[in-house]
């Protein structure tokens, strides 16, 4: 009986007694895992190489825990045991969820609040291949307050989008058949996902992608979808996106979709815990009209949104998107709303810089939502959203000051909401406020003077610079009539408030100061 910690990746490795053509396809084996007070894990195992077959388990309560396996095969039937599951090591909180009484929001199980900021790097899995410095673009992206990281599985990978290198696939040796897994590749898929969960990063997990070359049969897809589940949903920090861009997927129509997210929602072991649900959604094509709505609110499988819009509209639109997006009580990811250097080298239409994406990024975030980044530009060894190798761009100052105000100041963020109302007179001005108007925060992308109208009461306010994580003490406000915000300049700024206390109604003019 092995003692392990709470939320930790189990592995049971079984042999098959039998003899296969294809064990991928010939060969099945699944466990009964029973815990403290009967709660039980239904988890599939799947192949690995040769004769040998894995199952991957992670306890979700501590205490006595034991399986029981089934399978044809009398090598890999009725095998049993048990472990002793102890507190977590430090810093693990659980699965990634949506929070059922803040569903805007994520949570780990445990209850710590987990706030999303997601980077692209696509071919994370051919930097790992080429032997490049896949680890310091993780390592980088946690120390910059990166939370979250999107990558393929299933693709033709060469080392980066420039240059030739060492290629592989998930499919057989030349990547075409899909009825044949190359374990090489998976390894390295778990290589990848080891590593991101040690340092604390979610793997937004695509297992399909927009080309018509990475895919088969409905029925081998859906089986390599499986295959994927039973691998990697006991790994903590994945969640699910079925695929990239699905619109400009050939052959396959919304109904694959809708079969392949709820086969996900009713089989991932750890699909749900305490009425809340692991994030599981799908990629649109961008697009006003395509990544701006999400396409799949009237299923019963997703469990949060994810748009694709944004790329050179104002950061008015991509607030009002934002909002538009909010009845359906999921959180709301925009993973493609624009990246460092995109419309410079690529599009030719310019004034994409550093203010425009941090404007960008804080009108989602100031809407409710979460958003993902990506580095796009030119180097000679490729572009940083395919190739995973890590440059050094100040914009990753703006984000790691985004993170650390959103995740140390104290602010209840999930229970806030979106109240634009709350200001006038404001130029492209955003806020976020409890429903009693106790705790707010004010965003003003182009600075200037604004009014804010808050209930009765004195309040604390501060400044934030989001250049540069300056956090600057206010005088005091008094609630009850308009006050005036008037910033430094015209740059963009950062007002939170709290109330402290109650107080007569009082015409109050209060000018920021830097």
Not at 72 to 77: F, Q, S, V
Not at 127 to 135: F, L
Not at 341 to 354: C, S, V
Not at 450 to 461: E, F, I, M, R, S
Request: glycine share 10%; charged share 20%; proline share 6%.
């Amino acid at each position: 009986m092995a003692d392990v910690p709470r939320w930790s990746v189990q592995e049971i490795t079984l042999t098959a007694s039998g003899r296969y053509n294809n064990p991928y396809t010939d060969a099945r084996v699944s466990a009964t895992f029973t815990g403290p007070g009967g709660v039980s894990h239904e988890v599939g195992g799947f192949w690995y190489e040769g004769n040998t077959f894995k199952i991957r388990f992670t306890p979700t309560a501590e205490g006595r825990w034991t399986y029981v396996t089934r399978s044809a095969d009398k090598g890999l039937n009725n095998q049993k045991g048990s472990l002793t599951c102890n507190a977590p090591k430090a810093g693990n909180h659980g699965f990634i969820r949506r929070d059922a009484d803040h569903p805007h929001h994520f949570m780990y199980d445990d209850g710590t609040r987990y706030f999303m900021l997601g980077t692209t790097y696509y071919g994370i899995l051919s930097t790992a291949i080429a032997g490049d410095t896949w680890k310091q673009a993780i390592d980088s992206c946690a120390h910059y307050g990166i939370t979250k990281i999107r990558f393929r599985v299933n693709i033709k990978l060469c080392k980066n989008s420039t240059q030739p290198g060492p290629c592989s696939s998930v499919w057989g040796s030349d990547g075409k058949d899909h009825d044949q897994l190359n374990p090489a590749h998976l390894r390295l898929v778990d290589e990848v996902l080891t590593y991101m969960n040690e340092r604390g990063i979610v793997a937004d997990l695509m297992p399909f992608d927009s080309q018509e070359s990475f895919y088969g049969t409905d029925e081998q897809d859906l089986r390599y979808l499986r295959y994927l589940m039973a691998r990697y949903a006991s790994y903590p920090n994945v969640i699910w996106c079925l695929t990239n861009e699905f619109q400009r997927v050939p052959n396959k129509p919304r109904e694959f979709w809708n079969t392949a997210g709820t086969i996900i929602r009713q089989h991932d072991p750890y699909a749900s815990y305490k009425q809340n649900l692991r994030p599981l959604s799908i990629h649109p094509f961008g697009g006003q009209s395509n990544g701006a709505q999400f396409q799949f609110h009237d299923q019963p499988w997703p469990v949060h949104v994810i748009l694709q819009s944004g790329r050179f509209v104002p950061a008015d639109t991509l607030n009002v998107i934002t909002l538009r997006n909010r009845g359906h009580n999921m959180p709301i990811v925009n993973d493609e709303f624009g990246y460092f250097d995109d419309d410079i080298r690529e599009w030719g239409k310019g004034g994409y810089n550093q203010t425009v994406h941090r404007n960008a990024l804080w009108s989602i975030y100031l809407a409710g939502g979460y958003a993902t980044i990506g580095d796009k530009a030119q180097y000679a060894d490729g572009k940083p959203y395919h190739s995973a190798i890590w440059h050094p761009r100040p914009e990753y100052a703006d984000l790691k000051h985004l993170n650390t105000f959103f995740t140390k100041t104290g602010l209840p963020y999930w229970a806030m909401e979106p109240a634009n109302t709350l200001v006038s007179a404001g130029e492209r001005t955003y806020a976020l406020a409890t429903g009693d108007g106790k705790m707010g925060i004010v965003y003003a992308a182009a600075g200037g003077t604004a009014q804010l109208l808050l209930p009765y009461g004195t309040y604390t306010a501060h400044l934030l610079d989001p250049r540069t994580g300056r956090d600057t003490a206010l005088p005091n406000w008094t609630g009850g009539q308009p006050v005036t915000l008037t910033c430094p300049d015209t740059q963009d700024w950062v007002v939170y408030f709290r109330r402290s206390g109650q107080g007569l109604a009082q015409q109050v003019s209060k000018t920021v100061k830097d």
